[in-house]
């Protein structure tokens, strides 16, 4: 979306994000402003705007940053459609146009992009984590709740590293304490006494077997291996 000083929708167009066509994108826009100031603006500053970004910051135009919240919050007083692309593009020309508070964006170093990509990328596994034992849980609730309400399995490691071999009351219970804190001291895990001590009480607490426990004990030891 461009737009003059006093608001006049010049030019409005759905643009690829490809560098060739970002390129003339800016060129046509420059042709358009025949010389005078040319003020761009947007509402990210990473990601899929990255191309952009930096086409613009190369080609020395001034690039100010708005945040999504802002948008957000300034599309409400605009008329149009609730949210569209096209709305949320006018809105962050206009604000560009009236604003005097939004921070230029500059070239970021290859140290600060590379801390934002480990950061985002732990984010994701933590993330990723959080939804495995959620699902463990939910599936152990289903069959097994002495067992999900036993262990924290956020924090235990050697819960864990129990239900890739374990996962049932009678298989619990046919193996033993002893059997069990054997197998566990094994593989290395922590106060494997206590653990198998644990798990069987757990499994002594329930005899009915419940409908579909044997598909969703494997599920459970599948995620328990992640």
């Known amino acids: 979306m461009v737009i ?7 030019l409005s167009q759905r643009v690829a994000n490809d560098e060739a066509t970002l390129l003339k994108l800016i060129s046509t826009v420059a042709t358009m402003a025949d ?18 970004i930096t086409l613009l910051i190369a080609a020395d135009q ?23 692309d096209a ?23 290859d140290i600060a992009v590379e801390l934002r990509i480990l950061t985002s990328r732990r984010t994701d596994l933590v993330a990723d984590r959080t939804r495995t034992i959620n699902r463990l849980r939910a599936q152990l609730l289903e069959y ?11 924090t235990s490691k050697a819960a864990l590293l129990l239900l890739t071999g374990y996962q049932t009351p009678d298989g619990l219970r046919r193996a033993g304490a002893a ?11 922590r106060n494997a006494d206590a653990v198998a001590a644990k798990a069987l009480q757990a499994a002594h607490a329930q005899h009915t077997v419940i409908p579909g426990q044997q598909l969703a004990a494997a599920m459970v030891a599948r995620l328990a291996r992640r």
């Open 144 to 154: 097994f709740p002495a067992l999900e309400r036993a262990f924290d399995y956020s």
């Open 179 to 189: 059997r069990l804190a054997a197998w566990l001291g094994k593989r290395k895990a």
């Open 35 to 52: 010389g005078g100031e040319v003020t761009w603006a947007i509402d990210l500053n990473a990601g899929g705007a990255a191309l952009l």
């Open 87 to 109: 709305k949320d593009a006018a809105v962050i020309a206009d604000q560009a146009r009236m604003r005097r508070d939004l921070q230029p964006l500059r070239p970021g170093d």
């Open 4 to 10: 003059d000083a006093e608001g006049k929708r010049l």
């Open 62 to 84: 001034r690039l100010l940053y708005i945040p999504g919240r802002t948008v957000h919050h300034a599309s409400g007083s605009y008329r149009g459609e609730g949210k569209t």
